[in-house]
């Protein structure tokens, strides 16, 4: 069974950072691709940073490079593994519900989601 939890929200201060961690269970990293989002309400979600399934290849959207960094625990451990995503400089508008996710083989979406996380920077 395919579990995902994330943890490291808080309140910071513009220009500060938080690391976010994501810790998942039931499932390789090899078979699966790994990525963080975010939501604010009244807007959609957001892609914000992924690992891509088979080479590991890192994604980060624009609104973000330079600033964050997804990262894995090097050890793969074939029960539990825990992604990061580091995030620096951070702005106003990176305050979200951040939301880690899964997507398996075969399928066309990210198909497991973990509760989210709330981030909220402030001026």
């Known amino acids: 069974e395919v579990h995902i939890v994330e943890s490291g929200g808080g309140l910071v201060q513009t220009g500060g950072s938080l690391r976010l961690s994501c810790t998942v269970s039931?499932?390789?990293?090899?078979?699966?691709?790994i990525g963080w989002f975010r939501r604010v309400p009244g807007k959609e979600r957001e892609g914000v940073s992924c690992?891509?399934?088979?080479?590991?290849?890192?994604?980060?959207?624009?609104s973000v490079k330079g600033r964050f960094t997804i990262s894995r625990d090097s050890a793969r451990n074939p029960v539990k593994n825990t992604v990061y995503l580091q995030m620096n400089s951070l702005k106003l508008e990176d305050t979200a519900v951040y939301y880690c996710?899964?997507?398996?083989?075969?399928?066309?979406?990210?198909?497991?989601w973990g509760q989210g996380t709330q981030v909220t920077v402030s001026s």
């Open positions: 690992f891509n399934r088979g080479d590991g290849s890192t994604y980060h959207a624009d």
């Open positions: 996710a899964a997507q398996s083989l075969g399928s066309t979406q990210y198909n497991y």
């Open positions: 039931g499932f390789s990293f090899d078979d699966y691709a």
